[in-house]
């Protein structure tokens, strides 16, 4: 058998045994569930897989059947074999064919390129046995390892690294994979050579040692071996190049590379190949990279679950504990390493409950303690996940590993290049700088966020591996005075406080309030606090926080943020956590503000009762401390909450009492803010002159100070008190001008508010298309919030409408999503009047169809 005869029938071999080796007499009944039947012989069979046989041309459709079929099995086993394409298999039987036509003297060959049986000498380490998963990054390194069969070639070095850099993310093993599959597959007959280049030991090996060990693996006896290392890297180019002439491709698999000096000299050319491993990016290097990111959940649960099973065990715990062993794989932060020392730890004890495992690696303080296993890996090297991370870090400047100390202190999933600044007391090109050396280390990971509005030192992100972190953190607390880690966090602090400030600024719409240089527009301000929202909240609830006017005080500055993007959630969580904060310190008149802030953001999430206790203590503190203007602003937000509950006359009382109040100190502004809160609780006693006169001089009072929001606000519960008395037009008005506000100062959520009021305005003029459109957008926004309550209420109105103009079918299946989601949200009052309106909607259905 030729050359090309060998590769077919490697590649044949190699997905027949991925698949089971399945019985012949099954790949021959595979023949005859082809439509048409197609006729073939066991023994033909074993002749392809055995050689010298090919299949002949009448075999062709038989034999991409066959593939198909043992490639699809591989796959369902879990197989770690690479599929190949079914124009691959075509081009891999024509080349074997015009050999073996050529062989018999038929006619010239025109395959270009051949690669002979495998027969050089193999190096290579066993590949670890408990490798799952890396499916696309396997096939990746093979793409690129293949010998080509045209003139084209491509680079000749792949370099496998991780993007997140720690040891353990399973590089090595990759490589030994890819290694092993192209050896199974007859790629490399010159041979395929290993060494481990121990680039973050202390004593790395060199580029001589490691061309001396090459070239006594492919025969040279010692006593030819050259003195010194040029002449060794010249011995081993010349016998590339020999083996280059003799259609012998050789594959070199360097291993643990810390920099491109240490191999540049050794790399060869087409058709050669090299497979590198390393922490860093070795971006000097012509070379397609492969980056590795931690596992995928699943991938690691299968991690798991193969190294328990390993060896036959019958081990079923990952099956049987499934909840148990996704939360394992994350604390295990879905590193490779990681999950091979649990894996063994748990051999070791193989009646222990996995959910008694993770209970163990819960506490952040001793969690690197329990990744460690008293062996070694097949290569040697400690299971250990502290020591892997100590290798990067050693090679660090004193410079990148304080900042690797300070980074770990920094509350929140990342951090931008302006805040790490901040951090780091640093100008943000040198901060930067550190970063990016860190990031090349690959100790951090590297990201963008698109965004049009942002300086760029706000869109670049960096962020550390959850072990990564602990391992940082670990290592900054005995150097925290020497790093001066506490005035660090600190400094991070007041940049989050004072620009989390001054984008709020830009949210009260209100003419002479000062905005930051750093963010000068809305969009920029916005933009900012959505990137940093996540950061804010955990540095906001961080232990540093109980003694920065941070953690009391974010809630306040965020308060409007909050409400318009629907972050209810955050907000309780922040005002919660400030309320403890001031009780903490006894900081009686504080506590007092957070409970103010509490109450809103309990009303929000229709949690009324609450909100009333909140507010009624909020405003009994202020009395206590004679704090007139901050009673005003508790009975004004009371005052709201007894509306929503029904308690009207009461409301009216507390909105009087605060309009009175904020007259008497002097606030005309927030006199204007509780003056529109009492036209919407007259509203509801149906006294609508008086409503739409204190409307009215709310709105006055919003533009003598630019309040936009504020003015928006007014003219959306003035056109509800214009429609009360048919003013219809008038309603109309105030409602699409208080929608433009809310759009104009970015407020989606109480622009879906005033569009879904719109409306029920249009519909009461029979302008039933606008009011369609205007309902469906409402709904729209409130589906994008997630507010489900909302979103019921603008479908109901829109099933009215739709009725209106005949549209029965649409207005009853909008109905019916609208009692669906008041039942979902526990509003039996709102759920049984959508079920009437989608019974009146039924009947006229009925009636008019009838009528025609």
Same mark, same amino acid.
């Given at each position: 058998?030729?050359? #090309?005869g060998?590769?077919?029938?490697?590649?044949?071999?190699?997905?027949?045994?991925?698949?089971?080796?399945p019985?012949?007499?099954?790949?021959?009944?595979?023949?005859?569930?082809?439509?048409?039947?197609?006729?073939?012989?066991?023994?033909?069979?074993?002749?392809?897989?055995?050689?010298?046989?090919?299949?002949?041309?009448?075999?062709?459709?038989?034999?991409?059947a066959?593939?198909?079929?043992l490639?699809?099995?591989?796959?369902?086993?879990?197989?770690?074999?690479?599929?190949?394409?079914?124009?691959?298999?075509?081009?891999?039987?024509?080349?074997?064919?015009?050999?073996?036509d050529?062989?018999?003297?038929?006619r010239?060959?025109?395959?270009?390129?051949?690669?002979?049986?495998?027969?050089?000498?193999?190096?290579?380490?066993?590949?670890?046995?408990?490798?799952?998963?890396?499916?696309?990054?396997?096939?990746?390194?093979?793409?690129?390892l293949?010998?080509?069969?045209?003139?084209?070639?491509?680079?000749?070095?792949?370099?496998?690294?991780?993007?997140?850099?720690?040891?353990?993310?399973?590089?090595?093993?990759?490589?030994?994979h890819?290694?092993?599959?192209?050896?199974?597959?007859?790629?490399?007959?010159?041979?395929?050579?290993?060494?481990?280049?121990?680039?973050?030991?202390?004593?790395?090996?060199?580029?001589?040692?490691?061309?001396?060990?090459?070239?006594?693996?492919?025969?040279?006896?010692?006593?030819?071996?050259?003195d010194?290392?040029?002449?060794?890297v010249?011995?081993?180019?010349?016998?590339?190049?020999?083996?280059?002439?003799?259609?012998?491709?050789?594959?070199?698999?360097?291993?643990?590379?810390?920099?491109a000096?240490?191999?540049?000299?050794?790399?060869?050319?087409?058709?050669?190949?090299?497979?590198?491993?390393?922490?860093?990016?070795l971006?000097?290097?012509?070379?397609?990279?492969?980056d590795?990111?931690?596992?995928s959940?699943?991938?690691?649960?299968?991690?798991?679950?193969?190294?328990?099973?390993?060896?036959?065990?019958?081990?079923?715990?990952?099956?049987?504990?499934?909840?148990?062993?996704?939360?394992?794989?994350?604390?295990?932060? #879905?590193?490779?390493l990681?999950?091979?020392?649990?894996?063994?730890?748990?051999?070791?004890?193989?009646?222990?409950?996995?959910?008694?495992?993770a209970?163990?690696?819960?506490?952040?303080?001793?969690?690197?303690?329990?990744?460690?296993?008293?062996?070694?890996?097949?290569q040697?090297?400690?299971?250990?996940?502290?020591?892997?991370?100590?290798?990067?870090?050693?090679?660090?400047?004193?410079?990148?590993?304080?900042?690797?100390?300070? /980074?770990?202190?920094?509350?929140?999933?990342?951090?931008?290049?302006?805040?790490?600044?901040e951090?780091?007391d640093?100008a943000?090109?040198?901060?930067?700088?550190?970063?990016?050396?860190?990031?090349?280390?690959?100790?951090?990971?590297?990201?963008?966020?698109?965004?049009?509005?942002?300086?760029?030192?706000?869109?670049?992100?960096?962020?550390?591996?959850?072990?990564?972190?602990?391992?940082?953190?670990?290592?900054?607390?005995?150097?925290?005075?020497?790093?001066g880690?506490?005035?660090?966090?600190?400094r991070?602090?007041?940049?989050?406080?004072?620009t989390a400030?001054?984008? *709020?600024?830009?949210?009260?719409?209100?003419?002479?309030?000062?905005?930051?240089?750093?963010?000068?527009? /809305?969009?920029?301000?916005?933009?900012?606090?959505?990137?940093?929202?996540?950061?804010?909240?955990?540095?906001?609830?961080?232990?540093?926080?109980?003694?920065?006017?941070?953690?009391?005080?974010?809630?306040?500055?965020?308060?409007?943020?909050?409400?318009?993007?629907? #972050?209810?959630?955050?907000?309780?969580?922040?005002?919660t956590?400030?309320?403890?904060?001031?009780?903490?310190?006894?900081?009686?008149?504080?506590?007092?503000?957070?409970?103010?802030?509490?109450?809103?953001?309990?009303?929000?999430?229709?949690?009324?009762?609450?909100?009333?206790?909140?507010?009624?203590?909020?405003a009994?503190?202020?009395?206590?401390?004679?704090?007139?203007h901050?009673?005003?602003?508790?009975?004004?937000?009371?005052?709201?909450?007894?509306?929503?509950?029904?308690?009207?006359?009461?409301?009216?009382?507390?909105?009087?009492?605060?309009?009175?109040?904020?007259?008497?100190?002097?606030?005309?502004?927030?006199?204007?803010?509780?003056?529109?809160?009492?036209?919407?609780?007259?509203?509801?006693?149906?006294?609508?002159?008086?409503?739409?006169?204190?409307?009215?001089?709310?709105?006055?009072?919003?533009?003598?100070?630019?309040?936009? #929001?504020?003015?928006?606000?007014?003219?959306?519960?003035?056109?509800?008190?214009?429609?009360?008395?048919?003013q219809?037009?008038?309603?109309?008005? *105030?409602?699409?001008?208080? *929608?433009?506000?809310?759009?104009?100062?970015?407020?989606?959520?109480?622009?879906?508010?005033?569009?879904?009021?719109?409306?029920?305005?249009?519909?009461?003029?029979?302008?039933?298309?606008?009011?369609?459109?205007a309902?469906?957008?409402?709904?729209?926004?409130?589906?994008?919030?997630?507010?489900?309550?909302?979103?019921?209420?603008?479908?109901?109105?829109?099933?009215?409408?739709?009725?209106?103009?005949?549209?029965?079918?649409?207005?009853?299946?909008?109905?019916?999503?609208?009692?669906?989601?008041f039942?979902?949200?526990?509003?039996?009052?709102?759920?049984?009047?959508?079920?009437?309106?989608?019974?009146?909607?039924?009947?006229?259905?009925?009636?008019?169809?009838?009528?025609?």
């Amino acid at each position: 058998m030729g050359e #090309y005869g060998e590769r077919f029938r490697a590649e044949l071999t190699a997905v027949y045994e991925a698949a089971g080796s399945p019985t012949l007499m099954r790949l021959v009944r595979l023949g005859q569930e082809q439509k048409p039947p197609v006729k073939v012989a066991a023994s033909t069979i074993h002749g392809w897989l055995n050689g010298p046989a090919v299949p002949g041309g009448t075999h062709t459709r038989y034999f991409l059947a066959l593939t198909a079929f043992l490639q699809g099995r591989a796959a369902a086993s879990g197989s770690s074999y690479v599929t190949r394409s079914q124009a691959r298999w075509q081009e891999l039987l024509r080349n074997a064919r015009e050999e073996r036509d050529a062989a018999r003297g038929g006619r010239p060959r025109t395959v270009s390129a051949p690669v002979a049986q495998s027969s050089g000498p193999v190096t290579l380490p066993v590949a670890p046995a408990d490798f799952t998963g890396r499916t696309a990054e396997l096939k990746s390194a093979l793409q690129w390892l293949e010998p080509r069969t045209t003139k084209e070639d491509k680079a000749a070095a792949v370099v496998v690294s991780a993007v997140e850099g720690m040891g353990g993310v399973g590089k090595t093993a990759l490589a030994l994979h890819a290694a092993h599959q192209a050896r199974a597959r007859g790629w490399f007959p010159g041979g395929i050579l290993f060494a481990d280049l121990r680039g973050y030991s202390h004593e790395p090996v060199g580029v001589g040692e490691t061309a001396d060990r090459f070239l006594r693996a492919l025969g040279v006896r010692a006593k030819d071996l050259p003195d010194t290392v040029d002449e060794k890297v010249d011995a081993w180019r010349l016998m590339l190049e020999s083996l280059a002439k003799q259609r012998q491709p050789l594959l070199a698999v360097l291993d643990n590379v810390r920099s491109a000096g240490q191999i540049s000299a050794l790399l060869p050319g087409p058709p050669h190949r090299a497979l590198v491993t390393s922490r860093h990016s070795l971006s000097s290097l012509a070379a397609y990279r492969i980056d590795l990111a931690p596992l995928s959940p699943e991938e690691a649960v299968a991690v798991l679950n193969h190294a328990l099973q390993a060896g036959d065990t019958g081990d079923s715990r990952v099956s049987a504990q499934q909840a148990d062993a996704l939360r394992l794989a994350k604390l295990c932060g #879905y590193l490779p390493l990681a999950l091979r020392i649990i894996s063994a730890l748990l051999r070791d004890e193989p009646d222990r409950p996995l959910a008694d495992q993770a209970a163990e690696l819960e506490d952040e303080r001793t969690r690197l303690d329990a990744m460690a296993y008293d062996n070694d890996d097949d290569q040697g090297r400690p299971l250990v996940v502290r020591a892997s991370f100590a290798l990067s870090y050693r090679h660090l400047t004193s410079s990148e590993q304080r900042a690797f100390r300070l /980074l770990a202190a920094a509350p929140g999933p990342d951090i931008s290049t302006t805040a790490a600044a901040e951090l780091l007391d640093q100008a943000p090109a040198q901060a930067r700088r550190l970063l990016a050396n860190l990031a090349r280390a690959r100790l951090l990971v590297f990201t963008t966020i698109s965004s049009i509005s942002l300086p760029v030192a706000d869109v670049e992100r960096w962020a550390m591996h959850d072990l990564i972190r602990l391992f940082a953190d670990e290592l900054g607390r005995p150097h925290s005075d020497e790093d001066g880690r506490p005035t660090a966090v600190a400094r991070l602090l007041d940049y989050y406080l004072a620009t989390a400030e001054a984008a *709020a600024s830009h949210l009260q719409a209100r003419a002479g309030q000062p905005h930051s240089e750093h963010l000068t527009t /809305l969009e920029q301000a916005l933009g900012w606090l959505e990137t940093e929202r996540v950061n804010l909240l955990s540095a906001a609830t961080a232990p540093p926080s109980r003694h920065h006017a941070l953690g009391a005080g974010l809630a306040s500055t965020l308060g409007r943020f909050f409400t318009q993007r629907r #972050y209810l959630e955050d907000w309780i969580t922040l005002t919660t956590s400030a309320l403890a904060i001031c009780r903490e310190h006894g900081d009686r008149h504080s506590e007092g503000t957070v409970l103010r802030n509490l109450g809103i953001a309990m009303r929000e999430v229709r949690r009324f009762e609450e909100a009333i206790d909140a507010h009624n203590q909020a405003a009994a503190i202020c009395r206590e401390f004679g704090d007139r203007h901050g009673e005003g602003k508790a009975l004004n937000s009371l005052g709201i909450d007894l509306r929503e509950v029904g308690r009207f006359e009461e409301a009216i009382d507390a909105h009087r009492q605060a309009a009175a109040i904020f007259q008497e100190v002097g606030d005309r502004y927030s006199e204007g803010t509780a003056l529109g809160n009492l036209g919407a609780d007259l509203r509801e006693v149906r006294r609508f002159d008086e409503a739409i006169d204190a409307h009215r001089q709310a709105a006055a009072i919003c533009r003598e100070f630019s309040d936009r #929001y504020g003015e928006g606000t007014v003219l959306r519960n003035l056109g509800i008190a214009m429609r009360a008395v048919c003013q219809f037009e008038e309603a109309i008005d *105030a409602h699409r001008q208080a *929608a433009a506000i809310f759009q104009e100062v970015g407020d989606r959520y109480s622009e879906g508010t005033s569009l879904n009021s719109l409306g029920v305005d249009l519909r009461e003029v029979r302008r039933f298309d606008e009011a369609i459109d205007a309902h469906n957008q409402a709904a729209a926004i409130f589906r994008e919030f997630g507010d489900r309550n909302a979103e019921g209420a603008a479908l109901q109105n829109l099933g009215v409408v739709l009725a209106a103009v005949y549209r029965f079918e649409e207005a009853i299946d909008a109905h019916n999503q609208a009692a669906a989601i008041f039942w979902e949200t526990g509003d039996p009052y709102r759920e049984r009047k959508a079920v009437r309106s989608g019974a009146v909607a039924h009947n006229e259905r009925w009636l008019h169809s009838n009528s025609l």
